[in-house]
């Protein structure tokens, strides 16, 4: 049980009457306890490096999900916001769980494990009602007022030596029409900006300040959150303004408590001139706070993962310029940024010391989003932690500088052949195979004759054959240029079609109605990567994905006459000769140095093959399949060279981000590894390989068990520091008898991960893994 804070008069504060100006004067300041001073360094206060309390003053799906998901709606589906849940939960009189969940969610222990990980701040989101409860006319089904838990975080706070950033999460009448304010409204025109109460809100601003001021723990105060871009931004810095002012007059110094104005969806660089004019620097003790986020909305989503850093590389160009507080980050990442060289858990450590190494520069630091969350190990940083992704207690090994990005778009960043496999041509010629990515980040895949765009990873529901439409009209070279008239084959064997607006893929010989007129954006011929516009030659309209309709936005159809961001669509080639098949899973989260991991159970053709190896079959053909392990290699050298368009400078630069990702990965490996518990006869599903393994020929290799729970949820393996470089090819004439951790990744038999169904396709030529026995 934790202490409860000492508060001058009641330890709760007294509900409010209709006299609400009566309640605000018996409000009576918190008054600290003794705790750990040791935040400050020579008087100044160190950055905040926090994580948000979300969920608990406030309740979203995500970090609230055990309560969202056991009060649903009538239709079955969960509440969307605390709004809706609050109604479900007074007609079914059970207010109780709410009690409950704020009773529970968060405790002493959590707040000493937050300071235990290197952390010194939390930043806990609230909603107006937890100070004031409801509004007077009785319309909102919140429950409040709840000062109390307010003041049990603040005593937590101090008793840890943490920071504390109050942050008024949702204000009277919301700041926008979205769940973080606690409501949220469709359609959003329900909402304008002027139903949010700019007095109300400085009111409860007044109250927390004035119960706060004397709390040594209590360094930030956040006026609102995610502000709608609706707001005029002349009335916003009025409203700033005058939040500030409150907030000093009630006694919380500027040398002492930072006050947040939040600037979400609009650009900082113009919101600080405006806030200039507004207040001609009169305050001081003041920061922007940003949210950065790289999976929502589109222009996220359509980003590789060599784009996401570039997007990193550009907000620490931003931290350099203005006071900014990060207040919200994460590590999930849009539908683009998929697998390469790099695994999914590798990406993710790789971007989260990237955002790590950014954000120190920030003047006020950051909080991460959130400290418990249910929807995934992305949001989560208890887990994101445990498995390595953070380390906040050793030397932050900080990034280097990332190859320089060319001006134009016809050449490829060159930092994507360091997380990438490079196409061994770039250049895209009539019959090569190909992806097209939308805007959105999710690649076009044709399933029966419908045509969307549904997946963010690749498989044969993705793949067109680039077909002429008159033998005569090609050129010598095959090449794609500016201009050209192409068809689209499927891997259903029917071309593209455009009927009316209607777009599908059931046309069986080449007509008018399935021939495209290609255009590039800056270019003259088609290469891996470039933006292009797909224009019906039956309609002169363009492919897009039908975005306006929120019903039917997956599919493609062909309705605008203009070329804009919607209709822009990304051509990309096979990364090597065959598709990347997905990685088998191991039961072990983590690589042990001395154990390697079992073949996994294959069946065995009659010429020895695994099954799995016969159906696989490169994606260029008979001509792919004949030449895989040499064009694989040509591939990787492809990967390693400079190329045309980059110099020496590029090169180095290139090889320094590859190896801080190796030592990135290779950091976090051995922290989940040191973590990892003691290896017990019970815990061994085999103590060593199979005597037939041992004692094979040259070329095998001995390969002990696992260690693993019985029950444990199988788990993809890490991949190897020198595959993150290149993939090491074994040679083919080697004994059949291989490790299965030597295998090159191609040579996986398993099936190709993708979120598409359909068949996968073979690979041959590749070295064949041993049989082992469960």
Known sequence: SSPRPRVEGQARAPKFSNTRAMALCEIRPFMPTDGDDS?????????????????????EPGPAKALFSSFLRPDGKEAICEWELMEILRARDAMHALHTHRNSYI????????????????????????????MPLGLDPYEG?????????????????????????????????????????????LWHWRCWQFVETLRVLRVVATRYRHCSAVTGMAVCNEPSPEVPQDVLCRFYDQAVTEIREAGMSADRVTVVLPVFQRSVDKFACAWEKQTGGKHTGTCFEVHWYHCFENEWHGRTFAQHLRAVQEHTNELHKHPIV????????????????????DMRAVFAHAQLAAYQEATHGWFFWTWNDQQGIDWDWRRSFDEGYFSLKEDLLKLPELPPAKQDIVHEDPLESVFDMPASDPRVRLGDTIYLRAFNGRYLDVEGTKVRARFGDRGKWQQFVLCPCEPTAVDDDFLLRDGDVACLLAHNGNFLGVHGEHVDASIQHINSQCAFVVHIEASAEVRHRNHIFLQSLETSKFLAPNESESRSKEEIVARWG????????????????VVTPRRPRRRSSFSIPGVSSPAPRQSIEGDGTPRSLRRRRSSLGSAGRAAAPGAAAEAEAAADSPGPCCGAATS??????EDSACRVVRRRRSSVAARAPPITPRRLIGAAADDDSSSGGSGSSSTARLPCELTATPRRPRRSISSIVGVNQTDASAPATVAHASLPVQAVA?????????????LSGLPTPTRRRN
């Open 39 to 59: 935040l400050t360094r020579g008087g100044v206060r160190e950055r905040w490096r926090g994580v948000s309390i979300g969920g608990w003053l406030l309740l």
């Open 107 to 134: 405790g002493l222990e959590d707040f000493r494990r937050i300071r235990s990980m290197g952390l010194n701040a939390v930043r806990i989101p609230f909603g107006y009602w937890v100070v004031d409860g409801p």
């Open 145 to 189: 007022p709840a000062l109390e838990y307010l003041d049990r975080a603040v005593a937590w706070a101090e008793q840890c030596g943490l920071q504390v950033l109050l942050d008024l999460h949702g204000c009277p009448g919301g700041e926008s029409a979205e769940a973080p304010c606690g409501r949220r409204q469709r359609p959003p025109s």
């Open 326 to 345: 990060i207040g919200e980050w994460s590590l999930a990442l849009g539908f683009g940024a998929q697998p390469g060289k790099l695994s999914k858990d």
């Open 562 to 577: 203009d070329r804009g961001p919607w209709q822009r669509l990304v051509v990309e080639k096979p990364l090597s000769t």
């Open 652 to 657: 180095e630069a290139r090889a320094d981000m």
């Open 750 to 762: 398993c099936k190709r991960r993708r979120s598409s169904k359909g068949p996968a396709p073979e």
